[in-house]
């Protein structure tokens, strides 16, 4: 059974910055893709970044230049370096993985706020 477990949430002010990780287990093969998502209250969950196994990544406008994802395909683990850090980012965020299936992390807490 697959699971992702998000983990580096937390309260930071803005301009600050933080680390997400989630670590995938129950994998065999190599996962496709992985990404973050997020959803603020009130709104839809939205795409952050995603990384295929390949490398090659897509971010939201909103997040370009601030935030960075990459993965360690050895450990099944993907990472969001999060820079810049603005209010408009508080959300919960998700992790995602397209293994046979998509498959979610059960997500973490990110507030920005003095």
């Known amino acids: 059974q697959v699971q992702l477990v998000e983990s580096g949430g937390g309260l930071v002010q803005p301009g600050g910055s933080l680390r997400l990780s989630c670590a995938a287990s129950?994998?065999?093969?190599?996962?496709?893709?992985m990404g973050w998502y997020r959803q603020a209250p009130g709104k839809q969950r939205e795409l952050v970044a995603t990384i295929t196994s390949g490398g090659s990544t897509v971010y939201a406008d909103s997040v370009k230049g601030r935030f960075t994802i990459s993965r360690d395909t050895g450990k099944n683990t993907v990472y969001l370096q999060m820079n810049r850090l603005e209010p408009e980012d508080t959300a919960v965020y998700y992790c995602?993985?397209?293994?046979?299936?998509?498959?979610w992390g059960q997500g973490t807490q990110v507030t920005v706020s003095s």
């Open positions: 995602n993985a397209d293994y046979y299936g998509s498959f």
């Open positions: 129950g994998i065999i093969f190599r996962i496709n893709t």
